[in-house]
């Protein structure tokens, strides 16, 4: 098994609709949790932390299933700017090296 | 712009042929890291700094590859006799680490695209 496994998409959504990802994994032990986003050609950057108590930003809400092991991004009223790769990220328990997953290809349709 | 800067942003190489990249990291942050990218894929890490000390290097680092950071600054990535699977997006990142404090943001830089002929 795969130590950060997301569904590669891609996903197509229209404008103003929700859409969710989710993203396993398969150390139990881990501690953090991170979504990142990443446009075409570009660096990835940091979109949210992952709490224990799922967390809200605007329009994105992150939770986290540690019984289950999988991490979730809600993303609200989507707008064409939310266009993007979103890349989990699960460093392993102790160790400071970001694990990142496929990403996930998110396209928001006009 | 104070943010992670890397040089060059593109490559082109025959195979055989060294590569050196450079990685300027945000100026207070003490950890450095190195990714590699392919299409379609996340990044992979290849190996981190704090400082001037190389703490961890992956498995994906063979010999040919060899990273410095000698004065816990800037950072660079040496490719030895290139082959055409080492084309690949390079991204370097930098964080601040304090104290034992757990999570820490990393910050990327826009990478640089090796392309191996």
């Known amino acids: 098994r795969k130590e950060v496994e997301q569904d590669p998409g891609p996903f197509n959504v229209p404008e103003g609709a929700t859409v969710a990802f989710n993203c396993t994994y398969s150390?139990?032990?881990?501690?953090?949790f991170f979504w990142y986003r990443q446009d075409c050609r570009k660096e990835p950057k940091l979109l949210m932390s992952v709490y224990s108590s799922g967390n809200e930003d605007g329009r994105f809400t992150a939770q986290l299933n540690r019984a289950s092991q999988y991490i979730s991004l809600l993303i609200r009223d989507s707008k064409l700017s939310d266009s993007a790769t979103y890349l989990c990220v699960v460093p392993p328990s102790g160790n400071e090296k970001l694990t990142f997953g496929t990403g996930t290809r998110l396209t928001i349709i006009p | 712009d104070t943010g992670v800067s890397q040089d060059p942003r593109h490559k082109i190489t025959k195979r055989g042929q060294n590569v050196t990249f450079r990685c300027d990291p945000i100026s207070e942050h003490n950890r450095l890291y190195w990714y590699r990218q392919t299409l379609g894929q996340g990044p992979e890490f290849l190996t981190y700094f704090q400082n001037e000390a190389q703490l961890e290097k992956s498995r994906l680092l063979s010999d040919r590859f060899s990273a410095e950071r000698p004065k816990g600054s800037f950072s660079t990535l040496e490719i030895q006799r290139t082959e055409q699977g080492d084309s690949a997006m390079y991204l370097c990142?930098?964080?601040?680490?304090?104290?034992?404090?757990?999570?820490?943001?990393?910050?990327f830089g826009p990478g640089t695209r090796l392309t191996v002929l």
């Open positions: 150390n139990s032990a881990s501690q953090s």
């Open positions: 990142a930098s964080s601040l680490r304090r104290g034992s404090g757990g999570g820490n943001e990393q910050f």
